[in-house]
């Protein structure tokens, strides 16, 4: 539903539950000032899930019909606002763990309904690919990367409504595969951060482990053989019984991590040049976003990059990198003000491809296909 927006401020109150972090934050909107967030409180899950090995969904959505309210609360208090302050409501209604994303639309629908109103759906890839806008006022059109255990895809971002999809992963995110790598090496969870600080310790070249689809002169991704790779090794290293040591595992994590990272970078390349083909021009930006993107091997390789093709590089900071609830309230904001507002018949997507027009992936992400 359209309708016209006739107001220059914005204060807006976001709500995210995709996934296992239950999230509600308010950002303020002024033009020609920045954007401020005035508030943005998360609570995560691990301890829930830490005992299944991966997000159990239906533990998930009844943590988040707990916490919606109390997150909430708890974010206009830190605003030092009241619902009365708050022009509208912007709510993740996909794509995600269904039963997470319904818990957080019919708790923000019934907000909206109760507090009089207007609510605006926003998609939580929208979220993630609009944060630049939020930290950095960043032009459209950008190239951009989201990269963490749920989601893998280049995208140009031409306005807060269209997105082309340049590529993504065919299977598993990358975080997916640090995490799993991480629990088959014993290490853990997150597996990131703990196979990064393995990997400062080992030889990158020890292993010579599979790039997936490097040679492919397109932006899809592929992580599954590598993850399939690093366990033939490992099995082979143990064969005789003895546990893998120490110096090995620290070689197969940072030998791991290096082919991850070389993919990331040959792939962004190769975006970098599928950009000028959907827009006609040279990006003059890259961002990056997601829980991978604070890999000091990938960011830093991905930003040499940027140096040597004077692309402007940027990394919004990593509490707006990985879930929340303020990237929400943003991407509300930028609808909002085109006059994008939901009726209260919207409903939750399990998958919501951001670009309309590419045929979807199949790729699943630990938050389940959705893009
Ligand atoms: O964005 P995020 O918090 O949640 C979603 O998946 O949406 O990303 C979490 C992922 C996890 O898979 C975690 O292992 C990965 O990001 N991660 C990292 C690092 N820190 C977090 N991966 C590689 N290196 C890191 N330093
Ligand atoms: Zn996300």
Redesign the pocket.
């Known amino acids: 539903m359209y309708r016209n927006i006739n107001k220059s401020a914005i204060t807006m109150l976001g709500i995210e539950s995709s ?1 296992d972090d239950t999230a509600a934050a308010v950002v303020r909107y002024e033009p020609n000032n920045e954007p401020l967030i005035l508030s943005n409180e998360v609570s995560g899950q691990n301890e829930l899930h830490q005992n299944f090995g991966g997000i159990v969904p239906e533990i998930a959505a009844r943590a988040h019909v707990e916490k919606l309210d109390l997150v909430t609360k708890s974010a206009l208090e830190h605003s030092l606002l009241t619902l009365s302050d708050i022009d509208a409501i912007s709510v993740t209604s996909g794509p995600g763990l269904i039963g997470g994303v319904l818990s957080g639309l019919m708790f923000a629908k019934g907000l909206a309904v109760g507090a009089n109103l207007p609510l605006v759906s926003v998609n939580h890839l929208a979220g993630h690919a609009l944060t630049p806008r939020l930290t950095d006022n960043m032009n459209f059109p950008y190239l951009m990367l989201l990269i ?4 893998c895809q280049f995208l140009v971002v031409k306005n807060a409504e269209e997105f082309v999809r340049l590529g993504g992963t065919i299977d598993d ?4 595969a ?2 799993k790598i ?1 629990k088959l090496l014993d290490l853990k ?5 703990s ?2 600080k393995e990997a400062k310790l080992g030889n990158p070249l020890a292993f010579s482990l599979p790039r997936p689809l490097i040679d492919r002169p397109d932006c899809d991704l592929s992580f599954s053989g590598l993850k399939t790779a690093v366990l033939r090794l490992k099995e082979k290293m143990e064969f005789d019984g003895q546990p893998l040591s120490t110096i090995s595992r620290r070689d197969l994590c940072a030998s791991f991590q290096r082919a991850i990272s070389d993919v990331l970078l040959k792939k962004t390349e190769i975006a970098f040049h599928s950009f000028v083909k959907h827009t006609g021009s040279k990006a003059k930006s890259f961002s990056i976003a ?3 993107a ?3 091997e ?1 960011r830093s390789k991905l930003e040499n990059l940027c140096k040597s093709q004077k692309v402007i590089f940027n990394a919004p900071p990593l509490n707006l ?3 929340n609830a303020a990237i929400i309230a943003w991407a509300g904001i930028e609808l909002y003000k085109l006059g994008k507002i939901a009726d209260m018949s919207v409903g939750a997507r399990p998958r919501w491809p951001l670009d309309q027009i590419s045929s979807p992936m199949l790729g699943s ?3 389940g296909a959705k893009a």
């Open positions: 996934c963490s255990g749920g989601h995110a990358p975080g997916e640090f995490d991480a969870q997150p597996g990131g951060p196979i990064e997601g829980g991978v604070a890999n000091l990938i990198c990985t879930d992400g630990k938050k």
